[in-house]
């Protein structure tokens, strides 16, 4: 792609991790021709688009730029001409995302924002918007390339490319990026005198590393990282507890696991710390909502020109910057490698040919060229087959407003048991997001009629929040 004047939109623009992306447009200043940068949001989060929008615009004059910096409530108005549209957005703000995380333990089950039975209404909520979003693009700016890393990223993703058909799109994930610089610390070595190899699918991939020399790093690393000595802080992830992984488990497997994989391998664990926090009131969700808090407020100085460190307590600090990086390298045919969802075909031929998988590849002019990874070992490739049924099952879900289809995605989730207890938490789950729901208006009308226990249950929960 060779544009001059170039037009980027930012759905979910008030999102306080919008400093970061302005920060890492300017980085690459020489690199993007930035003409205007549209912030878009909602109505509900107009006060916070307003605060980052300000923040923005300091931010781009400090920097010397003459790029405009525009703030909307009017999507279809922002995407008039777009060149690039990000996306970024949280369907029920964080309220739904407490919602995902109490429910669930309320019942001594796993409540977490992209894993789980939160990770799948989180889906459900968020791929029907995505899929809109792209019926606008076709309209109105058919050319443009899709970045997007609203969560569950993998699923959105898939559901953009396969059912939305919009095949300019790139998925995007910020965990890789801490799994190269622990890589990199422990062996070293720089980043760029490595090479590294994920694949999987989003929260659910993992990865090979080679040195400059040829040899391969992997099980020294295993040893390294999750080997008798290590220690909590392995774990670069700031959302999750860093429980430690099996080491013979690991060594076994022969790969570098994703951090996320401590909800499989280490499920009770995981799933105790979970419970505690939920006991004291101390969720990830409620967290984050202190974060933020915090973080606004120092949006709001007017002196405050470039993104504030504390910005890297939240869990997705650098998705922005890898965003832009995707830009810049689509733009310029860079051919930077990188780790994002994308198309398979073929890459892993243990999942379907037309899946969206996150694999390592080189971001092109013309989009993701994938590096072919071939097939997991036994131990591997069971887990990943299942996880991927899951995601197709709850994409379906999501834009058909199948009840059953929704169950059946509950009971092949490996963190949410099956049987009578997937029903409760499903419809306790349907009632609670209501709102954000309207594909499966008809069946949360049944659960309000029907089940006046469940109505009671989730709303007693939510007034003790």
Same mark, same amino acid.
């Given at each position: 792609?060779?544009?001059?004047?170039?037009?980027?939109?930012?759905?979910?623009?008030?999102?306080?991790?919008?400093?970061?992306?302005?920060?890492?447009?300017?980085?690459?200043?020489d690199?993007?021709?930035?003409? +205007?940068?549209?912030?878009?949001?909602?109505?509900?989060?107009? +006060?916070?688009?307003e605060?980052?929008?300000?923040?923005a615009?300091?931010?781009?004059?400090?920097?010397?730029?003459?790029?405009?910096?525009?703030?909307?409530?009017d999507?279809?108005?922002?995407?008039e001409?777009?060149d690039?549209?990000?996306?970024q957005?949280?369907?029920g703000?964080?309220?739904?995302?407490?919602?995902?995380?109490?429910?669930?333990?309320?019942?001594?089950?796993?409540?977490?924002e992209?894993?789980?039975?939160?990770?799948?209404?989180?889906?459900?909520?968020?791929?029907?918007?995505?899929?809109?979003? !792209?019926?606008?693009?076709? +309209?109105?700016?058919?050319?443009?390339?899709?970045?997007?890393?609203?969560?569950?990223?993998?699923?959105?993703?898939?559901?953009?490319?396969?059912?939305?058909?919009?095949?300019?799109?790139?998925g995007?994930?910020?965990?890789?990026i801490?799994? *190269?610089?622990?890589?990199s610390?422990?062996?070293?070595? @720089?980043? =760029?005198?490595?090479?590294?190899k994920?694949a999987?699918?989003?929260?659910f991939?993992?990865?090979?590393?080679? =040195?400059?020399?040829?040899?391969?790093?992997?099980?020294e690393?295993?040893?390294? !990282?999750?080997?008798?000595?290590?220690?909590?802080?392995?774990?670069?992830?700031?959302?999750?507890?860093?429980?430690?992984?099996?080491?013979?488990?690991?060594?076994?497997?022969?790969?570098? @696991?994703?951090g996320?994989?401590?909800?499989?391998?280490?499920e009770?664990?995981?799933?105790?710390?979970?419970?505690?926090?939920?006991?004291?009131?101390?969720?990830?969700?409620?967290?984050?909502?202190?974060?933020?808090?915090?973080?606004?407020e120092?949006?709001?100085?007017?002196?405050? =020109?470039?993104?504030? +460190?504390?910005?890297?307590q939240?869990?997705? #600090?650098?998705?922005?910057?890898?965003a *832009?990086?995707i830009?810049?390298?689509?733009?310029?045919?860079?051919? #930077?490698?990188?780790?994002v969802?994308?198309?398979?075909?073929?890459?892993?031929t243990?999942? @379907?040919y037309?899946s969206?998988?996150?694999?390592?590849g080189a971001?092109t002019?013309?989009?993701?060229?994938?590096?072919?990874?071939g097939?997991?070992?036994?131990?591997?490739?069971?887990?990943?087959?299942?996880?991927?049924?899951?995601?197709e099952?709850?994409i379906?879900?999501?834009i058909d407003?199948?009840?059953?289809?929704?169950?059946?995605?509950?009971? !092949?989730?490996p963190?949410?048991?099956?049987?009578?207890?997937?029903?409760?938490?499903?419809d306790?789950l349907?009632?609670?997001?209501?709102?954000?729901?309207p594909?499966?208006?008809?069946?949360?009308?049944?659960?309000?009629?029907?089940?006046?226990?469940?109505?009671e249950?989730?709303?007693?929960?939510?007034k003790?929040?």
């Amino acid at each position: 792609m060779s544009k001059e004047a170039l037009k980027i939109v930012t759905i979910g623009g008030g999102s306080s991790y919008t400093p970061e992306l302005i920060e890492g447009y300017i980085k690459r200043k020489d690199q993007l021709p930035i003409k +205007e940068i549209v912030l878009v949001d909602i109505e509900a989060g107009k +006060e916070k688009l307003e605060i980052v929008g300000e923040m923005a615009k300091r931010m781009v004059k400090a920097a010397g730029l003459d790029w405009n910096v525009e703030l909307t409530l009017d999507r279809r108005a922002a995407l008039e001409g777009a060149d690039f549209v990000t996306t970024q957005f949280r369907v029920g703000l964080l309220e739904a995302r407490v919602k995902d995380e109490r429910i669930p333990l309320s019942h001594g089950v796993l409540g977490q924002e992209t894993n789980g039975a939160g990770g799948m209404f989180k889906a459900f909520r968020t791929i029907p918007v995505i899929l809109d979003i !792209i019926k606008d693009m076709k +309209e109105i700016c058919p050319d443009a390339w899709l970045v997007n890393f609203t969560n569950p990223a993998g699923m959105v993703t898939e559901a953009a490319i396969k059912h939305g058909g919009w095949k300019k799109t790139v998925g995007l994930c910020n965990v890789p990026i801490g799994h *190269c610089s622990a890589a990199s610390e422990k062996l070293g070595i @720089p980043e =760029d005198e490595l090479f590294f190899k994920f694949a999987g699918i989003n929260h659910f991939h993992w990865h090979r590393v080679w =040195d400059k020399t040829g040899k391969e790093r992997t099980a020294e690393l295993i040893d390294l !990282i999750y080997g008798p000595n290590q220690s909590e802080d392995d774990n670069h992830l700031k959302n999750i507890h860093s429980a430690p992984f099996h080491y013979e488990q690991i060594m076994d497997l022969g790969l570098l @696991p994703c951090g996320y994989h401590r909800y499989y391998y280490i499920e009770d664990e995981m799933l105790k710390h979970s419970i505690e926090e939920f006991e004291r009131g101390e969720t990830r969700a409620q967290v984050v909502k202190e974060t933020e808090s915090r973080l606004f407020e120092l949006y709001k100085d007017p002196k405050l =020109d470039y993104k504030p +460190e504390e910005l890297s307590q939240r869990g997705g #600090t650098h998705y922005s910057d890898a965003a *832009c990086e995707i830009i810049a390298s689509i733009q310029n045919d860079k051919r #930077t490698d990188m780790v994002v969802s994308t198309e398979n075909n073929g890459t892993i031929t243990d999942l @379907p040919y037309d899946s969206i998988v996150e694999v390592s590849g080189a971001v092109t002019g013309h989009g993701v060229e994938p590096y072919n990874w071939g097939a997991f070992p036994p131990a591997a490739r069971g887990i990943i087959q299942n996880m991927k049924a899951m995601e197709e099952t709850t994409i379906r879900a999501a834009i058909d407003g199948d009840y059953g289809a929704a169950l059946q995605a509950f009971t !092949i989730n490996p963190l949410v048991p099956g049987g009578t207890m997937a029903k409760t938490l499903l419809d306790e789950l349907l009632y609670a997001h209501k709102d954000y729901l309207p594909q499966f208006a008809e069946k949360i009308k049944e659960i309000e009629k029907n089940q006046p226990e469940t109505v009671e249950y989730v709303n007693e929960l939510m007034k003790s929040n």
